[in-house]
């Protein structure tokens, strides 16, 4: 962003143009709260350099680099995932725009958010920091349209009000302009998970949350973009394609609703713009005022509504988590996701005197089948790593990225490599660089195998699985001891002692127990097999 931005605070000759909108700015510490603001473009003022990009917090918002089409309700919609909107003020001619939140904490969350997400609208980047002015005064004659469309949404956003309750909701926020997406999935035959939708949707911009649900025996959706436009692109592109191979077909429509109000964050919901909310263990996660307004939706679409509550009972297929979003993105048949992007990680950090290439693959194979692994001859705290697809890739990067491996924080990003090279035959490169490519340890290599439903967050509980029946629970407690950590601990899954869970200290302590135990054999031709949980003991 700029270092010093401009908003508009000056008075205007008004000329053959009509006002679009007028306001009078209060602010605490200038002079010029008398004044109106007009957005008719003819200023015949300079500009007042005010905001600056770390300006105090305020709930009202000044928005420059507005696309000069847009129109109040996309503006409007850039908010409300963060709260309720309480006024707008659009100054076409400058394209800028005021908003004004409820609260200082929704604008916080909001400028937090986009500093790191950029906006945008109709393709364009938008800038959005806070404003000198504490409180946006209107002036409603002037503002008429906005104030419209604000109580059209906001009438909307409640859902208290009948969907269908005023007129003005009607002519001003029709569906098409939602950012809310309703995704039913038809002939699902692999499980989709919240991470699947997330990964597919991301491609034509921001999500910010989603709701999943299972409704009429059907697995359905809730998705909210940052912006409508990107809805309506995401809804063009992936209407009536499939995820995988012919099946799980997506039908897509815009929902009615303009915000979601997701309270927890798990496999069944999620609010990107708030990781501190709860998990809310096996809790639904919609809001019931949501559900009221989302079985009015479906009934008006003529489809049968159970009551609600109950209508909306939680997902219980298992959370195939990410890897299942890497089998799915793998095989798309859809524009803009595909297999491609790129496989070459670049890990760096790496404890050089402690890493090999079999310790990458290991660690690193959880997240997909690791093809290649070359340890940079001149810099051996760095490696390349060449996963099966471009999702695989971004897979391990999200997860492993930041982690401790061998006491190290280790850094995970794209390579600008296309592939790793392997040492032309004859040359000795201290097996630095190792082809996996035939490894019998690959997890993914069977379309819809178990393993992508049971990837998960490097955490400090373990999943082991094919302990053969000699083995007690002591063999295993030592075992995993001598890998240099502290076993917390120890439980058998009650229906088949060829599984259980063992919690190591740290989440460092069971990256490392897995790189040495993941495959270890424990007679009887039974090779240990090792994976991250979701579950605590």
């Given at each position: 962003?700029?270092?010093?931005?401009?908003?508009?605070?000056?008075?205007?000759?008004?000329?053959?143009?009509?006002?679009?909108?007028?306001?009078?700015?209060?602010?605490?510490?200038?002079?010029?709260?008398?004044?109106?603001?007009?957005?008719?473009?003819?200023?015949?003022?300079?500009?007042?350099?005010?905001?600056?990009?770390?300006?105090?917090?305020?709930?009202?918002?000044?928005?420059?680099?507005?696309?000069?089409?847009?129109?109040?309700?996309?503006?409007?919609?850039?908010?409300?995932?963060?709260?309720?909107?309480?006024?707008?003020?659009?100054?076409?001619?400058?394209?800028?725009?005021?908003?004004?939140?409820?609260?200082?904490?929704?604008?916080?969350?909001?400028?937090?958010?986009?500093?790191?997400?950029?906006?945008?609208?109709?393709?364009?980047?938008?800038?959005?920091?806070?404003?000198?002015h504490k409180e946006l005064k209107t002036d409603n004659t002037l503002n008429q349209r906005a104030?419209?469309?604000?109580?059209?949404?906001?009438?909307?956003?409640?859902?208290?009000?009948?969907?269908?309750?005023?007129?003005?909701?009607?002519?001003?926020?029709?569906?098409?302009?939602?950012?809310?997406?309703?995704?039913?999935?038809?002939?699902?035959?692999?499980?989709?998970?919240?991470?699947?939708?997330?990964?597919?949707?991301?491609?034509?911009?921001?999500?910010?949350?989603?709701?999943?649900?299972?409704?009429?025996?059907?697995?359905?959706?809730?998705?909210?973009?940052?912006?409508?436009?990107?809805?309506?692109?995401?809804?063009?592109?992936?209407?009536?394609?499939?995820?995988?191979?012919?099946?799980?077909?997506?039908?897509?429509?815009?929902?009615?609703?303009?915000?979601?109000?997701?309270?927890?964050?798990?496999?069944?919901?999620?609010?990107?713009?708030?990781?501190?909310?709860?998990?809310?263990?096996?809790?639904?996660?919609?809001?019931?005022?949501?559900?009221?307004?989302?079985?009015?939706?479906?009934?008006?679409?003529?489809?049968?509504?159970?009551?609600?509550?109950?209508?909306?009972?939680?997902?219980?297929?298992?959370?195939?988590?990410?890897?299942?979003?890497?089998?799915?993105?793998?095989?798309?048949?859809?524009?803009?996701?595909?297999?491609?992007?790129?496989?070459?990680?670049?890990?760096?950090?790496?404890?050089?005197?402690?890493?090999?290439?079999?310790?990458?693959?290991?660690?690193?194979?959880?997240?997909?089948?690791?093809?290649?692994?070359?340890?940079?001859?001149?810099?051996?705290?760095?490696?390349?790593?060449?996963?099966?697809?471009?999702?695989?890739?971004?897979?391990?990067?999200?997860?492993?990225?930041?982690?401790?491996?061998?006491?190290?924080?280790?850094?995970?990003?794209?390579?600008?490599?296309?592939?790793?090279?392997?040492?032309?035959?004859?040359?000795?490169?201290?097996?630095?660089?190792?082809?996996?490519?035939?490894?019998?340890?690959?997890?993914?290599?069977?379309?819809?195998?178990?393993?992508?439903?049971?990837?998960?967050?490097?955490?400090?509980?373990?999943?082991?699985?094919?302990?053969?029946?000699?083995?007690?629970?002591?063999?295993?407690?030592?075992?995993?001891?001598?890998?240099?950590?502290?076993?917390?601990?120890?439980?058998?899954?009650?229906?088949?002692?060829?599984?259980?869970?063992?919690?190591?200290?740290?989440?460092?302590?069971?990256?490392?127990?897995?790189?040495?135990?993941?495959?270890?054999?424990?007679?009887?031709?039974?090779?240990?097999?090792?994976?991250?949980?979701?579950?605590?003991?």
């Amino acid at each position: 962003m700029d270092g010093i931005v401009t908003e508009v605070a000056v008075g205007v000759k008004r000329g053959s143009d009509e006002l679009l909108s007028g306001s009078v700015l209060s602010s605490p510490n200038s002079n010029m709260s008398s004044m109106v603001v007009t957005a008719n473009g003819n200023d015949s003022k300079k500009f007042k350099g005010e905001d600056k990009m770390d300006g105090a917090p305020s709930r009202v918002l000044h928005i420059r680099k507005l696309p000069g089409e847009v129109t109040e309700t996309e503006v409007i919609a850039l908010g409300l995932p963060f709260g309720k909107v309480t006024n707008i003020l659009m100054l076409k001619g400058k394209n800028q725009a005021f908003l004004e939140l409820a609260t200082e904490e929704a604008a916080v969350t909001m400028v937090n958010y986009y500093s790191a997400v950029t906006p945008h609208l109709r393709n364009q980047p938008i800038y959005i920091q806070y404003s000198n002015h504490k409180e946006l005064k209107t002036d409603n004659t002037l503002n008429q349209r906005a104030q419209a469309v604000l109580q059209a949404v906001t009438a909307v956003q409640t859902a208290n009000t009948p969907l269908s309750g005023t007129t003005v909701s009607e002519s001003a926020v029709t569906p098409a302009q939602s950012p809310v997406l309703r995704i039913i999935i038809d002939n699902m035959y692999y499980p989709v998970t919240l991470d699947v939708l997330h990964q597919i949707f991301s491609k034509f911009g921001a999500v910010l949350k989603i709701i999943t649900f299972t409704k009429n025996n059907q697995f359905q959706a809730l998705l909210q973009y940052g912006d409508p436009v990107n809805a309506q692109q995401a809804k063009l592109a992936l209407d009536g394609q499939n995820i995988y191979n012919a099946c799980c077909t997506l039908r897509i429509d815009f929902s009615k609703l303009v915000n979601l109000n997701v309270k927890y964050n798990n496999d069944k919901s999620r609010d990107y713009t708030r990781p501190d909310l709860p998990s809310g263990d096996g809790q639904p996660a919609l809001d019931p005022a949501i559900a009221a307004a989302f079985a009015k939706e479906t009934s008006l679409l003529g489809l049968p509504v159970a009551a609600v509550p109950g209508a909306l009972s939680p997902l219980a297929i298992p959370n195939a988590a990410a890897a299942a979003a890497a089998a799915a993105a793998g095989r798309v048949g859809m524009p803009g996701v595909s297999a491609g992007g790129n496989t070459v990680l670049l890990v760096s950090n790496l404890n050089e005197e402690m890493v090999t290439p079999q310790s990458l693959f290991t660690l690193f194979g959880v997240y997909g089948d690791v093809q290649r692994v070359k340890i940079l001859y001149n810099k051996k705290d760095s490696a390349l790593i060449q996963m099966a697809d471009g999702n695989q890739s971004q897979l391990a990067m999200n997860h492993l990225n930041g982690q401790k491996m061998y006491g190290k924080i280790i850094r995970v990003t794209l390579s600008k490599h296309q592939t790793v090279q392997l040492p032309r035959e004859g040359l000795d490169d201290q097996g630095l660089t190792k082809d996996f490519g035939n490894s019998p340890l690959h997890r993914f290599k069977k379309p819809g195998s178990k393993n992508f439903q049971n990837i998960f967050p490097p955490s400090a509980t373990l999943h082991l699985s094919n302990i053969p029946p000699s083995v007690a629970e002591e063999d295993l407690r030592t075992l995993f001891a001598n890998t240099g950590g502290t076993v917390k601990a120890f439980k058998f899954f009650q229906r088949d002692h060829k599984m259980a869970l063992l919690q190591m200290a740290t989440v460092e302590e069971a990256i490392q127990a897995l790189i040495d135990l993941h495959n270890y054999n424990l007679g009887e031709n039974h090779h240990l097999r090792v994976s991250f949980s979701k579950s605590t003991i």
